[in-house]
């Protein structure tokens, strides 16, 4: 699957898991997963090295194998990786922290929550992280994800992106999404030759509304803040209020609303990837 970023201003069934709710609603068939930040299943990014790796969770997918893949990544404070490749190129949200990603002889560009990188298969680079708390969301479009040394770089066509958080540009519309609330901005990062795109969505504080999607698959990350989530028609399990803190993920098939509110005095960020339009509507209090 090519990738390219954007360069324009532009469930009743219910059975669940330890880390993870589900529903299936029988008007819509549609399927929802809920994987709040605190149930996700941790192991080690490059088991080789042991406690020397970041630490690593799959939120979907499965990185060990080929197929897409999303997942948490965390580093200790001072980590810093050898000179390295990897074998897919991979995408990189900051969640908590700040993170450095280029050429192992780059000045520290640390970036914070919210900054975005690519990082092409091939490509010798380092990864840093510098605050008490590093946290990453790290995306592949297939796998097996690996570590490989930097003996077998090489090019592979594509060029590596770093997106400080003050450098993404915001808009309130889009072609891939329709923002129907005040002050919900959009950021769009991505999209493949075969219509999957990736976006941040910011929600103001105070917001309180839906995300519509039909989406065959929409994925959700909680980049930044914390939400009150249900999702309208689900089962109990799910329409009961759930707070989600950043980390979380939510993952939906067919035609669904999710319910949002973000309580805080705090914007909240989401990073969606999906293969359809949505739409973000707010209550009659936001709507415009």
Do not use: C
Not at 254 to 265: A, C, F, K, M, R
């Amino acid at each position: 699957m090519a990738m390219t970023p954007f360069n324009k201003a532009a469930a009743l069934v219910l059975f669940a898991a330890a880390s993870a709710i589900y529903a299936e609603s029988p008007q819509t068939q549609a399927r929802l997963t809920v994987v709040p930040a605190e149930d996700v299943d941790w192991g080690y990014l490059n088991p080789a090295r042991g406690e020397l790796s970041p630490g690593a969770a799959n939120l979907w997918g499965d990185r060990a194998v080929d197929t897409a893949t999303g997942m948490l990544v965390r580093f200790d404070k001072g980590f810093q990786s050898p000179p390295h490749i990897h074998n897919i190129t991979y995408r990189g949200i900051v969640i908590k922290g700040q993170m450095h990603n280029d050429d192992p002889d780059a000045q520290p560009m640390w970036m914070p929550a919210t900054s975005f990188w690519t990082q092409p298969a091939g490509a010798d680079h380092i990864t840093a992280a510098a605050a008490a708390d590093n946290l990453i969301y790290l995306e592949i479009d297939a796998g097996p994800y690996r570590v490989q040394p930097s003996s077998k770089a090489y090019d592979n066509g594509e060029h590596p992106l770093n997106v400080h958080a003050d450098n993404l540009v915001w808009q309130t519309g889009g072609e891939l999404y329709s923002l129907q609330a005040d002050d919900v901005e959009a950021a769009p990062l991505w999209q493949s030759d075969t219509g999957v795109n990736g976006a941040m969505i910011r929600l103001p504080a105070g917001f309180s509304g839906f995300v519509k999607t039909q989406a065959n698959a929409f994925r959700a990350v909680l980049i930044a803040g914390e939400i009150d989530y249900r999702s309208a028609g689900a089962v109990e399990a799910v329409s009961s209020s759930s707070s989600l803190k950043a980390g979380s993920y939510i993952e939906s098939s067919g035609t669904i609303e999710h319910e949002v509110h973000n309580q805080t005095d705090d914007p909240v960020t989401l990073y969606v990837r999906t293969d359809g339009p949505y739409i973000v509507k707010g209550n009659d209090k936001t709507r415009r």
